[in-house]
């Protein structure tokens, strides 16, 4: 959040052009063909179906990028996620 409360989207939208938006949907592409393996890669190795993986990359990625607080933010998923996902997947199901 900005100091006017105004989401850092809503700001960086205002000198949004095409030009702007052609570099950001190449960068989408590109980040999209890493991730989306890298996703359906940590739910397997959690222990849950590959599908998970894909469902919880696409959300998450929506949310950070509604809520991020940078244009220039970066956000996803890590290693360390393996760890984390897999006792959770492994205590709740």
Do not use: W
């Not at 700001?11 to 702007?20: P, T, V």
């Amino acid at each position: 959040m900005t100091t006017s409360g105004m989401p850092k989207l809503v700001e960086s939208l205002r000198d949004y052009n095409a030009r702007k938006f052609v570099s950001d949907l190449l960068a989408g592409l590109t980040v999209g063909l890493v991730a989306l393996p890298l996703a359906m890669a940590f739910a397997i190795s959690s222990g849950v179906p590959p599908q998970a993986g894909l469902y919880c990359a696409v959300v998450a990625g929506f949310l950070i990028s509604l809520l991020g607080g940078s244009k220039t933010q970066i956000g996803g998923p890590t290693g360390a996620f393996v760890v984390i996902v897999f006792g959770i997947v492994a205590q709740h199901g």
